[in-house]
């Protein structure tokens, strides 16, 4: 069974940065791609972005060129880095990875992924 645990989460002013961490276990199962989403309150449950084990990635047009991920395929790790912050950031951000082999890229993102994490808040508020 796959298990995804979030860390970093927290509290940031409007234009400042945090940085997310997931690590997966995954015993004998084989995961790609790994993601993020996040579920604001009151809405549903978007994606954020995704990356490949050949480090191909893919971002929501709302956090494009604000947000990062990137992966440590040995330490089945993946990060988003989260500069210039907006409240409406404000989110519970999820880890997710899907079974390897499934098809790549958005279509398939936006439906969502295999496994989760529990979750982690973040919170953009001055």
């Known amino acids: 069974q796959v298990q995804l645990v979030e860390s970093g989460g927290g509290l940031a002013r409007p234009g400042g940065s945090l940085r997310l961490s997931c690590v997966a276990s995954l015993g004998y199962i084989k995961i790609n791609p790994m993601g993020w989403y996040r579920q604001a309150p009151g809405k549903q449950r978007e994606f954020v972005a995704a990356?490949?084990?050949?480090?191909?990635?893919t971002y929501a047009d709302s956090v494009k060129g604000r947000f990062t991920i990137s992966r440590e395929n040995n330490r089945n790790t993946v990060y988003l880095q989260m500069n210039s912050l907006e409240p409406e950031d404000t989110a519970v951000y999820y880890c997710a990875a899907d079974r390897a082999f499934r098809p790549l890229g958005m279509s398939r993102y936006l439906r969502g992924m295999d496994y989760w994490g529990t979750g982690i808040l973040v919170t953009v508020s001055s």
């Open positions: 990356i490949t084990d050949l480090g191909t990635t």
